[in-house]
């Protein structure tokens, strides 16, 4: 199983970013997915997963900014970033894991994980 990130950049505060999560290597459609971020000196956290029969869920903090789509035909998920903040700056991971009841907010619940890519929002 491979899962290639990209779509990180530089970007403006308030403005937008979408991210992509390629994957092979494995039946996509099959798979829970989900994106996690890391910034400078903090502990890896949770962004946003949906799961193979389409759950979805949020931390708070991005709730209402960043939507989280997979299309299955092309093995790939993407988070749309919308009014990026300055704290959004992290590099942000996607990970997977076969089938799962729920979407996971621990890194423990995902077995693959991507190379990551980074975002930076300037003030």
């Known amino acids: 199983v491979q899962l290639q990130a990209s779509g990180g950049g530089l970007v403006q505060a308030g403005g937008s970013l979408r991210l992509s999560c390629a994957a092979s290597g494995l039946t996509f459609s099959l798979y829970s997915v989900g994106w996690f971020r890391q910034a400078p000196g903090k502990e890896r956290e949770f962004v946003a997963g949906i799961s193979w029969n389409s759950g979805i869920d949020y931390v708070d903090s991005v709730k209402g900014r960043f939507t989280i789509s997979r299309d299955n035909a092309k093995n790939t998920m993407y988070l749309q970033m919308n009014s990026l903040k300055p704290e959004d700056t992290a590099v942000y991971y996607c990970?997977?894991?076969?089938?799962?009841?729920?979407?996971?907010?621990?890194?423990?619940?995902?077995?693959?994980w991507g190379q990551g890519t980074l975002v930076t929002v300037s003030s």
């Open positions: 990970a997977a894991v076969p089938l799962g009841i729920r979407v996971g907010k621990a890194q423990v619940d995902y077995n693959y």
